[in-house]
């Protein structure tokens, strides 16, 4: 006898794993945010990722505590993941409102740009990661009956083999100017990964295309607090792989135009405080990056 499918949400084990359980740990950074009452944005769906953990809570890695804040766990990133989320945001909607309609998330984890923000017509967003991570988020969405605000596609796909085929089988046209995102997912490539995916994106990108990711530098790898973020993604089995000490001209060896987001000026425009990990102090030594690049 078959025995019948089972909800992933209803796993007596947790149904995400390893890279997986990282992004309940960002769904709780925008569900804070979203609780703010000067919320630079509104992610209606975060919470409903995170319900499923008061239910199997003791199937959770040992020493795993998805709802406790990274804030509360090294103060120097407090307010870094809802600035990041907002800028990133601005980006694509600036890229989609100057005629793009492809938008594709890389790693796009339990990401909900596709039912959160006002996109113009026409706009298609792919989300890649994951087939555990994507059917977990599809159950999740189902049971909130979220309804995308564009046409969303997700693709199963390792970021670390081939992918171009599976993206363009769903429905990507390479022909198109597209705009790339790759959120919190470079540090955990090798760097040989990292050049691999930036060069599978730029022979699909359009002249008109944008990029925008995020990276550290080795000197931020090797801080104290960096250390202690990285013992904890052990116990899940996860690593931090790379770094990128010039990230505009790792990019421009890959044809792309790179500039570093004013952090500060974006943040004083949003009312909000430098988060630590990003102050200008920080440029000396310790980096974390926030790059918007073009082609």
């Known amino acids: 006898m078959t025995e019948p499918s089972r909800d992933p949400c209803d796993h007596r084990d947790f149904p995400l794993s390893g890279a997986g359980l990282t992004a309940l740990t960002i769904a709780v950074e925008r569900n804070l945010e979203s609780r703010r009452p000067d919320r630079l944005f509104d992610d209606h769906l975060a919470a409903a990722f995170l319900a499923p953990l008061d239910a199997v809570g003791a199937a959770l890695p040992a020493g795993f505590a998805p709802r406790r804040s990274l804030g509360g766990r090294w103060a120097g990133i407090h307010g870094f993941i809802g600035l990041r989320t907002r800028l990133f945001d601005d980006e694509l909607l600036a890229a989609t409102h100057a005629g793009g309609r492809q938008v594709v998330l890389l790693g796009a984890g339990l990401d909900t740009r596709a039912f959160r923000l006002p996109w113009p017509p026409g706009v298609r967003v792919f989300e890649l990661d994951r087939e555990d991570v994507l059917r977990y988020k599809t159950a999740v969405l189902a049971r909130a009956r979220a309804l995308p605000r564009c046409h969303r596609v997700s693709v199963a ?5 081939e992918w171009a085929a599976a993206l363009c089988s769903a429905g990507f046209d390479p022909a198109l100017p597209t705009a790339w995102v790759a959120e919190g997912l470079l540090l955990y490539l090798g760097r040989a990964d990292c ?16 990029l925008v990711l995020d990276h550290v530098n080795a000197a931020m790898m090797q801080t104290e607090e960096f250390a202690r973020m990285a013992h904890e993604l052990a116990r899940i089995g996860v690593a931090w792989r790379s770094s990128i000490d010039d990230p505009l001209g790792w990019l421009a060896g890959f044809g792309w135009h790179a500039d570093l987001v004013d952090v500060e000026s974006c943040a004083a425009a949003l009312g909000r405080p430098v988060p ?3 102050a200008a102090n920080q440029r000396l030594a310790q980096r974390l990056w926030l790059v918007s690049a073009r082609r």
Do not use: E
């Open 276 to 278: 630590p990990v990003l």
């Open 195 to 210: 050049d691999q995916l930036i060069t599978r994106i730029g022979a699909l990108s359009q002249p008109g295309s944008r």
């Open 157 to 161: 796909v390792d970021l670390g083999k």
